[in-house]
T-cell receptor
């Protein structure tokens, strides 16, 4: 039972354009969402997060949007840069619960 | 300041062999975690430790044991390795008592192949 789903295994975007990574979830109890970025042979690193009381959170080139009614969140990267090529994981948690539930990941490739 | 370190980086085991994956953090964090990453599955929590002296099961604990040796170190043991345990294992730590709203910092991973 995959509670957090990233339905696009890969995405290719031209440098300078917008990258949009999507994530869907099924558990309505999730109230905090995170995006992690992972380069090959390295561990994931935290990128940005959003609480369910918000619908948008912005940090530089990265913006996360949350649509609670659709149980959907997205990560926007503008403008995309070659260093953004990585695997991106979305994750979610329930208030009071210990664990993060991760999606399968989306491999983003930024082409020059 | 090394952050989270893991040893070994890569290991090959035969079915039935045992081994311990080591993890240490130098950030004075209270909480530590073990995940496994498999193709198409994301990261799944095996065990976690909210504080020194406590451990709890995560999503996929079967076949594993853990030890929170002290505040810095959290080890993962496979008593009798199986091919289904072939995976990349990540250790992580976070500052407080394990509330997911804290940022988790990950180590570089251990790639394990069980033949």
């Amino acid at each position: 039972d995959q509670q957090v789903k990233q339905n696009s295994p890969s995405l290719s975007v031209q440098e300078g354009r917008i990258s949009i990574l999507n994530c869907d979830y099924t558990n309505s109890m999730f109230d905090y969402f995170l995006w992690y970025k992972k380069y090959p042979a390295e561990g994931p690193t935290f990128l940005i997060s959003i609480s369910s009381i918000k619908d948008k959170n912005e940090d530089g080139r990265f913006t996360v949007f949350l649509n609670k009614s659709a149980k959907h969140l997205s990560l926007h990267i503008v403008p995309s840069q070659p260093g953004d090529s990585a695997v991106y994981f979305c994750a979610a948690s329930v208030r009071g619960a210990q664990k993060l539930v991760f999606g399968q990941g989306t491999r983003l490739t930024i082409n020059p | 300041n090394a952050g989270v370190t893991q040893t070994p980086k890569f290991q090959v085991l035969k079915t039935g062999q045992s081994m311990t994956l080591q993890c240490a953090q130098d950030m004075n964090h209270n909480s530590m975690y073990w995940y496994r990453q498999d193709p198409g599955m994301g990261l799944r929590l095996i065990y976690y430790s909210a504080s020194e002296g406590t451990t709890d099961k995560g999503e996929v604990p079967n076949g594993y044991n853990v030890s929170r040796l002290n505040k810095r170190e959290f080890s993962l043991r496979l008593e009798s390795a199986a091919p289904s345990q072939t995976s990349v294992y990540f250790c992580a730590s976070s500052e407080g008592r394990g509330t997911p709203r804290e940022t988790q910092y990950f180590g570089p991973g251990t790639r394990l192949l069980v033949l």
